[in-house]
Nanobody, 127 residues
Framework: QVQLIQSGGGLVQAGGSLRLSCAAS????????MGWFRQAPGKEREFVAA????????YYADAVKGRFTISRDNAKNTVYLQLNSLKPEDTAIYYC????????????????????WGQGTQVTVSS
């Protein structure tokens, strides 16, 4: 079992930056691909970014490409999401997620593939 504990988030003005962190329990963090998703009010949860076990492959949603950066530190069992040039439409609850992958380069973009989820953290961007 993996527990994911999120931190970061908050209120920021448009154009500002935030960093989200997601710390995983256990000693097998490097066996998990990690993803970030978000859910805005009244909308379904959507993919934001994913990173493979070793960090060598990553994907971004078109809406955040060039502004957000996903990274991981396997020694610290933590995945990060750096959010830059924030826009009001980035306002959402952000979730990290983990999936066990035998393929070292897997980095799923499909929500249904993820097995473990963080508690969510609110990001609010004011205009």
């Amino acid at each position: 079992q993996v527990q994911l504990i999120q931190s970061g988030g908050g209120l920021v003005q448009a154009g500002g930056s935030l960093r989200l962190s997601c710390a995983a329990s256990g000693r097998t963090f490097s066996s998990f691909a990690m993803g970030w998703f978000r859910q805005a009010p009244g909308k379904e949860r959507e993919f934001v970014a994913a990173i493979s076990r070793g960090g060598g492959r990553y994907y971004y949603a078109d809406a955040v490409k060039g502004r957000f950066t996903i990274s991981r530190d396997n020694a610290k069992n933590t995945v990060y999401l750096q959010l830059n040039s924030l826009k009001p439409e980035d306002t959402a609850i952000y979730y990290c997620a983990a999936v066990s992958c035998s393929d070292y380069m897997c980095a799923p973009r499909e929500e249904m593939r993820y097995e473990h989820w963080g508690q969510g953290t609110q990001v609010t961007v004011s205009s």
